[in-house]
Structures are given as structure tokens and as C-alpha cells.
């Protein structure tokens, strides 16, 4: 999964180039975690990620602190997760998740996305079968001894661990997720990101006339602010 990795940050870099929608989608994750289990980190895991994948994208501590405190006033807006399934050009399988506060918007441009792409959205549960749901950390090694801290890693919850130039990649099933969180917090590792990811079954091959439709609507779906991550079936 650590070429998989790559690829992920590669197109994330280049997603996230535009910094102001980057700190807008950070700023509402940030904002569900509050709503979810109030503002104070120490006592909200979701929040500690979020704060620590905002380090990640060099968003100031002045922007997520303002997140914070909007997030916990009496106006602040009723954000919703909300997962879309469907399928691109050339049968290749999508995964949609969006943070919004305008369901009927957000639907609307995602069917437009879909239907302009020559895709087509679907129903709940078309294509999640296709995607295994995984937690994903990522931390330098530094000089810690990798052989032991696999065993820690295993008891924490890692089904996968990789090692690559540095850096270590744990994978876990989705319900092992907060126990590996805590695992690592035990351990004292920084963690330079953590999320939860869909990866596909099977990945599809296609030509470079196909793979540029399909990245074609990749972009979209990223330049839209309600979307915050999206997955897909091509290899």
C-alpha cells in the first residue's frame, strides 16, 4: 500500500495546491470533530487528528484555532457527512465522501460531475462493496527499532505494515482505527497522518486517453469544497 500512499499524496499535493480550499476543508473537519466530542482536544481523539493532519498542511494555528472557537459557538453551522457512490467513464467504480451544510447543493453537483464526466451516480451501496474500508497512519521511524515496534504496532490493531525511505505506514481494519490512534499515542509517536481510506478490490487498467477522462473528473470532484476525499477503482 506504500505505492498506493504515493500516488494518494502526489494527486493530494496537487488537490491541495490552492491553499485557501485546503484550510476550508481542514476547517470543517475540524468542526465536526468539536460538534462530535466538544473542543477540547485532550478529551477528543477525532479532534487530535484533525489538529495534527492540519500540521501537515502547514494550516496556521491562528486559522485552526479560529476553527475551533466557531465551532463552538451557538451559530456555528450543521455540517453532515454524506457518502456518494457511482460510476465514472469506463465502468471505473467511485467513492465520493463530502462535509457539507447544503445537502441539496452538494448532491446536485455531484450528479452534475458524474452525468458531465459520462458517469453516472448511484444508489447507496453500488460500488462500496468494491473498496475495502482502512485506517491509514503515517510517522518517520527515527531511531526507533522497527522489529519491536512491529509487535506493538500488531497488538494495537495493525493488519499491514510497511517501512519505506523513513517513513512507516500502518494500516488497520476500520474498527481498529481509535485503538491503533491510542497505540501510538501510548507510544509517544507523532503522527504525521492519519485517516481512514477506501481502497479497491480490484484496479482496472486503462489506456492513457481513458486514464486522462478519468482524472479529468477526479479534478472536479477535488476542486469542490463539500468533497473531501474521493476514491477510485482505476489501477
Known sequence: MGRAFEYRKARKMKRWGQMAKVFTK????????????????????????????????????????????????????????????????????????????????????????????????????SVSFMFDRKGEFIFELGDRDMESLELELIDGGADEIDALEGKVYVYTAYEDFGSMQATLESLNIEVEEASLQRFPQVNKTLTEAEKEDIEQLIEKFEDDEDVQKVFHGMA
Open 26 to 125: 481542514i476547517g470543517r473537519e475540524i468542526a465536526l470533530a468539536v460538534k462530535e466530542g466538544g473542543p477540547d482536544p485532550e478529551s477528543n481523539p477525532k479532534l487530535r487528528l484533525a489538529i495534527q493532519n492540519s500540521k501537515t498542511a502547514n494550516m496556521p494555528k491562528k486559522n485552526v484555532d479560529a476553527a475551533i472557537q466557531r465551532a463552538s459557538s451557538k451559530d456555528a453551522e450543521n455540517l453532515e457527512e454524506i457518502v456518494y457512490e457511482g460510476y465514472g467513464p469506463h465502468g471505473i467504480p467511485f467513492i465520493v465522501e463530502c462535509l457539507t451544510n447544503n445537502t441539496t447543493r452538494t448532491v446536485a453537483n455531484v450528479r452534475y460531475y458524474f452525468s458531465k464526466g459520462k458517469g453516472s451516480l448511484g444508489t447507496s451501496g
